[in-house]
């Protein structure tokens, strides 16, 4: 396995990660409105932001989750589809990091959303 160093990489996670959500009972819901084709390059953009200090993304992502009808299972499936995605694909210092980064995006829209 190798260490997360490129937007290739970070492509691979979130092409991998939404593979996996999609098929979700309880996560694929949200996303059949969704145009993907625009979403997961916001997402690899997003995750190269976060894990590759990459410039230039500056969307708010808590704003855009707050009128979704989200509840705490769906943060922790997200999470743990997240962590299973990114064991079975990468090690070291980035996954460290990116489960981290997760888990507090997690949080602070869940705490947003159950004011």
Avoid: C
Avoid at 38 to 66: A, C, Q, R
Avoid at 97 to 111: C, D, F, M, N, P
């Amino acid at each position: 396995m190798k260490e997360i160093i490129s937007t290739e990489d970070v492509t691979q996670l979130v092409d991998a990660f939404y593979s996996k959500v999609l098929k979700d009972v309880d996560l694929a819901p949200f996303f059949t409105k969704l145009d993907l084709g625009m979403h997961l390059p916001k997402m690899v953009h997003f995750w190269s932001f976060v894990l590759l200090d990459e410039p230039g993304y500056t969307t708010n992502v808590v704003e855009k989750h707050l009128n979704m009808p989200l509840e705490h299972k769906h943060f922790e499936r997200w999470l743990a589809l997240f962590h299973e995605t990114i064991d079975e694909l990468f090690e070291g210092e980035k996954v460290t990091l990116a489960k981290q980064r997760a888990a507090v995006i997690g949080w602070t829209i869940e705490s947003k959303i159950q004011k």
